[in-house]
């Protein structure tokens, strides 16, 4: 009983102990995570974001197609990579994925206005200022036309983050070479290789949606994910980052029911050799 | 009564001892796994060779787990082997002496690989002629896809060859 | 047996046994907390033993270090991470069985006469495991990893005369680099782990001469313990001790596999950077306390420098700062008052450390740093008390 007492005293200093360290002192440093706002909701929804998509691939040839590439549907951008980054310090996207990635009406707001829609005023593209909300509303039109429907989290991540970001452990290289990215963005963006150890979910969804929600004034971009891509995203950097989770998980029971029945056999000898005292 | 009790208690020891030994496995289980080769040393096991990129006459050298192996076009004024050969005009070995591991060169003008440490011999299709191997050169795992030889991998080729016992 | 005889001729392992084990016996009266002297010993031998499967994947450079530890050990090495979960958190595991392995001898006053070479050595072996913990903490090059040891080795700065040269003599460098992280790296594997064993035998042997102390504190003699009132180490008291240890272990692996994320700083999977301090750093947990005496007196460094210093060795002084004839805190009433605000202040301490030292956080540790010293300072006094009362015949 006395044992029992003593011990219950232990738990109780190393549970508010524990409390305070970690959730009590986590919730203070970091305070609420925001929740992402996956409407969009300061853009507006005036740009149309239907049209005709043949109409559109005329408009995107002539307008965009000197830095932007459609793979998938032929199209090669007018410049090569090194052209790009002595212009832009930055390589522009081949645009194949783009409508399934990016929400419509960001998508649509973004070619009238890069640098509104990202909250970076560096952002390399310039605004598409010369077209009509209709012609913009042809434009996503054919960009969702083209779309792959079912990316996986990875080819999700490479379009949506490997312009800038390297995967290292993963051998994904960044698209724009290390120096380019330091003129552009002021430094070269983390590598996500252990992002996922590195950020809570919660954290890095919110991130990723807006950055500015976690990191106020930084340069990178916001990119006007949908949520499921988001998600995908996220999803696959936690996974990349913990790979051995299931194994672990699986484990660590055998060995907790393993030390479990060693208790009860060294209890039951305890019992045996001290039911002799007294 | 006494005696009862000190087996008892001898049992429960031995079950501990028997159950610790079952933990003392587990972990020692995991410190064998440690000390496998990690995977970007497994992903070199296999190495795949284009041959057709050889020149008749020539001789390449491919990297496998470490070792050379051989990859020679043999032209018509080499020895011919019809046994060590399956796709006709090239020999595939391993650039190993058979005697004591030395690296044998390539001799172009007598075409034969001479090893520099005790002199052994082999012709061009590997067989040794002269000094002290005790075998030819060695065949390493193979298998055929097209033009591109698969080292490290047995295929039915390889295995023939194998049970002839023409691969060592 | 008849090996036994062999052995028994050459080592008299017979007589060694008797004197170790069978007959060496342990008082009766004392509780499971003297069950983590060989819980210390537990951790060590799993410290040890995972440290050494880490170390043979660890590249000590600055260069390769992250990513030796973050690629290879956690992801390439089969088991590795398993490996590395251990020692991370078997590190941290261990300053909890110190603590209260510590806490239990002030408690009972096992640190009194005839035991103070066994409180100093052990506190020795505290602050050797603390540099070790420390050491070791830097090698994974982390963000944490690198602001900790940037931070802590500045804290020499403050040192008259020789403080700026002593900093970069520590650091090999003008900041923590490659030569900080291989030094810390010797030091840890090599250097710290030797003066652990060797002070671990000469705290075991002096425990040994007097022999543990009880619940009650008062000394038994070894026939009195024979005849009833203690039992041998082997194999009574190793019987309870067995199921401590299982116990223990359940708790252990459970944080191993499940709750591992305080002894493995998130902020720590991203790689140091000697151009950007993290948003948040602080120590270790086991740290905490001490580095909140640090900040405590936020008004001056140098206060708050030499309260730091003296907070990590003030406790080393208890067998002459607490002088009280009656050993055991059990039979002294207003010392179970002090000893039961000094662990509430130390836990209060531990978790202001790890929040931000403004407003309210930073006078609320103020306080805290002064009720630590004052458990101390008022220990002499207490004695004399508790002596006249002794002295009057109760």
New interface residues.
Partial sequence: MKELKILLILVVIVLVGYWGIEPYAHSVMHGEVKHPDYEYKDIPKNIPTTGDPAKGKELFTANCASCHGVKKDGINPGMDANAAIASFKVVPPDLSNIGAIVDEHFLAYFIKNPQDATKNPKFAMPPMAQLSDEDVGNIVAYLKSIEKKDLDGKEITIEACGRCHSIKYQKIEAVTPKDALKDYLGKVPPDLSVMGKAKEIEYLESFINNPQNGLPGTSMPRLGLTKEATEKVVTYLDKIADPHRDQRNALGVWVLGYLVVMAGLTFAWKKKIWKNLH | MAEEKVSRRDFLLYAMGAWAAVGVGGVLYGMYKTWEPLPEVKAQATVTFDISTVQPGEIKVANWRGKPVFILRRTPDMTQCKDRSIKDEYTVVLGICTHLGCIPNWEADKKIWHCPCHGGEYDACGKNIFGPPPRPLDVPPFKIEGNNIVLGEEGPEYKQMKEKGLTA | MKFMDWLDERLAVRQLIKVMLTEYYVP?NI???WSFGVLVMLVFAILV?SGI?VL??YKPDANLAF?SV???I??????????R?THAVGASIMF?VLF?HMARGIYYGSFKAPREIVWITGYILFVLMSATAFTGYLLPWGQMSYWAAQTITTLFEKIPFIGPDLVIWIRGNYIVEDATLTRFFALHVVFLPLLLIVFTAIHLYAVRIPGSNNEDGIELTKEEKKHGKG?PFW??FM??E??V???F??FF??L???QY??AMD??N???ANYLQTPT?I?PE?YF?AFYEVLRGFFFSQNLGLIAFVLSMFIAAFLPWLDTSPIKSGKYRPIYKILFWIF?ADF?FL??L????PTGLYAWLGFAGSLVFFAFFLALPILSKIEKKKVAGGR
């Avoid at chain 3, 956690?74 to 490996?83: A, H, S």
């Avoid at chain 3, 450390?353 to 931000?356: D, V």
């Fill in positions: 009766k509780n499971f907390l033993v499967f043979m994947y990513d973050n690629k290879t956690m992801m390439d090495v089969e088991y590795g991470w398993l490996f979960h909890l209260v039992i194999p009574v019987a309870k067995f199921f240890m299982s116990v272990l359940i692996f459970y191993v596999f499940y994320k305080f998130p902020i999977f991203t790689p948040h602080y947990w905490l662990i836990v531990t978790i450390g790890k929040l931000p």
